[in-house]
C-alpha cells in the first residue's frame, strides 16, 4: 500500500516536472526574438536604403529579382521608397529586371516618375531601362503629380508624349487633371496634342473642368482656339511619338 501510494506521488510529480519544464521552454522561445528569414532582412535593407546592408545579401547568394509579400521586386520598393544608394546597387547587378512589375503593373521607373525622384531615373535610363511602356507609362506618372524635371527627363529619351493609357488617356490629360498648369504648358510646348480623346471622348480640357481645374481649362481653351483654321479634325488615337 505504501509503496503503491509513493509510486503515485513520484508518478504526479514527475508529470509536474514534465508540465514546469514545457512551460519554461515555452517561456525561454518567447523572450528569445525569432530570427528573420532571409529574405526579410533584404527587404528591410531596402526600404531602409541600406546599401550595406543589400550588397552583403547579395554577395551571399540572395536573388536582385525577390518580391515581397505583395508581389513587389526590390527594384520597385527601392523606387518607392526613394532608396537611390540601394536602387544604384540594384541596378548595378546584372541579374536584376529592371522592367519588372509589381501587382499593379507598376515598374521602378514609373514609381521614381511619381515620387519625382530624378536621380533614381536618371540611374534607371542610365541603365538602359525602358522609357516606353505599354499602357501607363512613366510619363503619366510624372504628369500626375506634376514633375516637370522628370517630364523634362523623359521626354528628352524620346518618351512618347501622346502615349495613351488603356483607355487611351494621355500624360496631357492626366496633368490636366491634376491642376499642374507649368506641366501642361511644358508638355503642350513639346508637341503634345491637347485634340487627342481617350475611349470615352475625354480631352485634357474635359479632363481639367471635370476635375474644376478652372486655370488650366481656360487656357486649354484658349490654346484649342487660337488653333482653329490651322489643323485637322480630333483624334481619338491613343498615342503619337514625340
Known sequence: ???????????????????????LLAACA???????????????????????????????????????NTGAPLIVIAAREKSDKVGQVLADNPKT???????????AMMLAALNGDAAFVNLLIAKDAEVNKKGWTPLHYAATNGHDEIVKILLDHSAYIDAGSPNGTTPLMMAARG??????????????????????????????KRYNEKDVAEGLAARLQSMQGGASAPQSGPNGAK
Open 179 to 208: 491642376g499642374h498648369l507649368s506641366t501642361v504648358k511644358l508638355l503642350l510646348d513639346s508637341g503634345a496634342d491637347l485634340r487627342v480623346k481617350n475611349q470615352i471622348g475625354m480631352t485634357a480640357v474635359d479632363f481639367a
Open 30 to 68: 518567447l523572450a528569445q526574438p525569432a530570427l528573420a528569414a532571409p529574405a526579410d532582412t533584404l527587404i528591410k535593407a531596402v526600404k531602409f536604403d541600406d546599401d550595406a546592408g543589400v550588397k552583403k545579401q547579395l554577395a551571399q547568394g540572395m536573388d536582385p529579382n525577390l518580391v515581397d
Open 97 to 107: 529586371d529592371l522592367e519588372k512589375l509589381d501587382a499593379a503593373g507598376e515598374n
Open 1 to 23: 500500500m505504501m509503496a503503491s501510494a509513493s509510486f503515485s506521488r513520484f508518478g504526479r510529480f514527475g508529470r509536474s516536472r514534465g508540465l514546469i519544464a514545457g512551460v
